[in-house]
T-cell receptor
Framework: GAVVSQHPSRVICKSGTSVKIECRSL??????MFWYRQFPKQSLMLMAT?????????EQGVEKDKFLINHASLTLSTLTVTSAHPEDSSFYIC????????????FGQGTRLTVV | AQSVTQLGSHVSVSEGALVLLRCNYS??????LFWYVQYPNQGLQLLLK??????LVKGINGFEAEFKKSETSFHLTKPSAHMSDAAEYFC?????????????FGTGTRLTVIP
């Protein structure tokens, strides 16, 4: 199946700093990418959807100025958590699909963010 | 609106025993249903999906699920648990056959396999 690579797998940062998470599609064109957040013992919640070359669409309650999403190419999307705080500590997962081929979405390995 | 309920946040079975993970859905229109598995510190992997063809769906690693409209259920089963099956399992519902951005996930069930 298609491969989506997410980096880093783990990151620890100090409160107030920014963290960038990368999501790459390795063997297909990711026209659309999705970012999810998973709090402990809870399910995945969609944060935003991004289409290549367009601004991301954020779900209700997600701060677009805090969670910056860039999808500048067909193989790479980044999520930047700006001015991170301990409450942003979570597991972030991306998924990607090729909308032109109507494929399912393939998930990355996830990034565990800890803000201290 | 669509939603799924997974009964039991934790399920423990002995190695070789039957695995049954429960999922009930709510949808105003015929749904597409998915089961994903998540191993520690990894992303989600699609196990199987129901897309309105056969009601009994076979997936990877010996798992299968049966869509029962009358019970609004899509329970996941495996006849004989293996140690490598220990993971978190998520049921999801979508209006879109491919799932994509329209996936609504349940809260997950952690499966523990006892040697």
């Amino acid at each position: 199946g298609a491969v989506v690579s997410q980096h880093p797998s783990r990151v620890i940062c100090k409160s107030g700093t920014s963290v960038k998470i990368e999501c790459r599609s390795l063997d297909f064109q990711a026209t659309t990418m999705f970012w999810y957040r998973q709090f402990p013992k809870q399910s995945l919640m969609l944060m935003a959807t991004s289409n290549e070359g367009s601004k991301a669409t954020y779900e209700q309650g997600v701060e677009k100025d805090k969670f910056l999403i860039n999808h500048a190419s067909l193989t790479l999307s980044t999520l930047t958590v700006t001015s991170a705080h301990p409450e942003d500590s979570s597991f972030y997962i991306c998924s990607a699909r090729d909308i032109t081929k109507n494929t399912e979405a393939f998930f990355g390995q996830g990034t565990r963010l800890t803000v201290v | 609106a669509q939603s799924v309920t997974q009964l039991g946040s934790h399920v423990s079975v002995s190695e070789g025993a039957l695995v049954l993970l429960r999922c009930n859905y709510s949808s105003s229109v015929p749904p597409y249903l998915f089961w994903y598995v998540q191993y520690p510190n990894q992303g989600l992997q699609l196990l199987l999906k129901y897309t309105s063809a056969a009601t009994l769906v076979k997936g990877i690693n010996g798992f299968e699920a049966e869509f029962k409209k009358s019970e609004t259920s899509f329970h996941l089963t495996k006849p004989s648990a293996h140690m490598s099956d220990a993971a978190e399992y998520f049921c999801a519902v979508s209006l879109i056959q491919t799932g994509a951005n329209n996936l609504f996930f349940g809260t997950g069930t952690r499966l523990t396999v006892i040697p």
